[in-house]
């Protein structure tokens, strides 16, 4: 998944509790930010979907162009490399262009490689729709957030983050559906097409909005700032948030050097830790294991197998992403990834044992069990609870984190860097781990990603703040004070 100027707002009242001091009252979702939040889902839709149709597409590829192994992993992994390229560059150009013009320029890129991918003549014309389709999605979830992150009041912020987040898991879901309807028939072009078809509601939909009042007054344009600002966020002070942003921008022109300065070392640290270990905590592995688990649990059959992927990984992931957008502004960020990370940990464990008892029954071996199995169903059991936790808090609150922490000046960039840092571990997730099983097993490994469990709940423990009902001024002022305070402690 993907993946971000100035605080958004001074606080506002909270959708559940008592209005905060100075506040209008509860944040109403009127026209705009419903717009907001459209954008936000079809961004996250585009992205899901790519992520879960490939698996149902491969069979018609390997049917219709016979490629070989290396070649069917270059198909399955290279759109994350192309997802990689459109993430670093998506910051800079989120400045440039605006938030607004870049995710529809994302969307036609999207657009474009599913229909260089349904009528590929071959899998070299294949190969370059994946790269265009990834490319797309890179710059989506850096663009998607950051917009989110910025067109939101301060006290819905970490819900519209997280609904980015849910949104690639209905994408997901739905793509996990068409696979099974469509699996029949020779129809993996059709499976593979369908995505063009969010790609041009999501242009449709960010048409007539606005971009972020954070680019506006980055590049001078006060009145469509204010108008964003009443736009989206009616009844707050439009000319106290205008001088807050404004105060966070500061004069200078944003470098990369600024990007990776000391000043900002902290955050950008955070961001791309979280981000990797995100990727390194086996969410890949479990769902790449997913039909071993089933054939383990009984499901022996392959239609079988996708029944159950469809709805102990898909339906899952979607039930309890719901978690997330419903806690995550109530309960906060750190409650919410502790409490996944003991879940993932323990069912990471569980599954590394029954693989042990099992056998360490080889990835590359086609064999399925003819019968239900105890371990293979403890087994399918730890997947669903690993499923479950990592749906409320590494999925969707990396996100929200890595969208909120960084510095106005810095943040387009600083949000690309992370995201691109959270690409390039899937890759190396994704091309390695044939590698990684063959020297430590089937258990070993799950026990591996186990113990980054642990490694991402002591970095959580120790060194993410909370940020939780604070503005994006307030959180980036946050960095300025402990810079301070620690440039005191040096200096005494």
């Not at 290279?78 to 400045?95: F, Y």
């Not at 014309?125 to 990834?134: H, M, Q, S």
């Not at 902290?266 to 688990?293: E, H, M, R, S, W």
């Amino acid at each position: 998944m993907r993946n971000l100027s100035p605080p958004a707002t001074t606080p506002t009242a909270a959708h559940s509790g008592p209005p905060a001091a100075g506040s209008a009252g509860a944040p109403r979702i009127n026209k705009w930010l419903a717009g907001v939040a459209a954008v936000v889902v079809l961004s996250g839709l585009l992205f899901g979907y790519d992520q879960g149709v490939i698996s149902g597409a491969l069979n018609g590829i390997q049917r219709d162009f016979r490629p070989g192994t290396l070649v069917i992993e270059i198909i399955t992994s290279w759109v994350t490399l192309g997802a990689l390229v459109g993430a670093l560059i998506a910051g800079g150009v989120a400045d440039r262009l605006g938030r607004r013009r870049t995710i529809v320029w994302a969307a036609v890129l999207f657009a474009l490689g599913a229909a260089v991918e349904a009528f590929a003549p071959g899998t070299g014309i294949l190969i370059i729709g994946r790269l265009l389709v990834g490319f797309g999605v890179g710059v989506a979830s850096v663009a998607a957030p950051l917009y989110a992150a910025e067109m939101a009041p301060t006290r819905l912020r970490g819900t519209f983050v997280s609904v980015y987040q849910l949104a690639i898991t209905i994408g997901i879901f739905a793509a996990y559906l068409v696979d099974q309807l469509l699996a029949a028939g020779d129809w993996w072009r059709l499976m593979l097409g369908l995505s063009v078809v969010p790609a041009i509601l999501l242009v449709i939909a960010m048409l007539p909005l606005p971009d972020s009042a954070v680019w506006y007054l980055k590049v001078g344009q006060r009145d469509r700032a204010a108008k964003a600002l009443r736009d989206v966020r009616p009844g707050e002070d439009v000319a106290a948030d205008m001088k807050d942003i404004e105060a966070s921008l500061g004069s200078r022109q944003t470098s990369w050097g600024e990007v990776f300065s000391p000043t900002w070392r902290a955050p950008l640290t955070l961001g791309i830790v979280l981000a990797v270990l995100q990727q390194f905590t086996g969410i890949n592995a479990v769902i790449y294991y997913g039909d071993k688990i089933f054939a383990a649990a009984g499901f022996t059959t392959a239609q079988a197998q996708t029944s159950a992927s469809t709805w102990s990984i898909g339906a899952v992931n979607v039930l309890f992403t719901f978690v997330a957008v419903a806690f995550v502004d109530r309960l906060g960020r750190r409650p919410l990834l502790l409490a996944g990370l003991v879940g993932m940990g323990l069912s990471l464990l569980t599954i590394g044992f029954c693989f042990r008892r099992l056998g360490d029954v080889t990835i590359h071996s086609d064999a399925t069990s003819n019968a239900p199995n105890d371990a293979g169903v403890i087994m399918l059991v730890a997947m669903v609870i690993f499923i479950a936790s990592f749906a409320f808090s590494l999925g969707p609150v990396v996100w929200t984190v890595i969208n909120e922490i960084f510095p106005s000046t810095v943040r387009g960039r600083a949000v690309a860097v992370a995201t691109a840092a959270n690409w390039g571990a899937a890759w190396v997730v994704t091309q390695f781990f044939l590698t990684l099983t063959d020297t430590l097993g089937e258990a070993g490994t799950f026990w591996l990603f186990a113990g980054m469990c642990v490694v991402a709940f002591l970095f959580v423990w120790f060194f993410l703040p909370e940020t939780k009902g604070k503005s994006l001024t307030e959180i980036q002022q946050m960095w300025v004070d402990r810079n301070e305070a620690s440039a005191g402690a040096s200096a005494t």
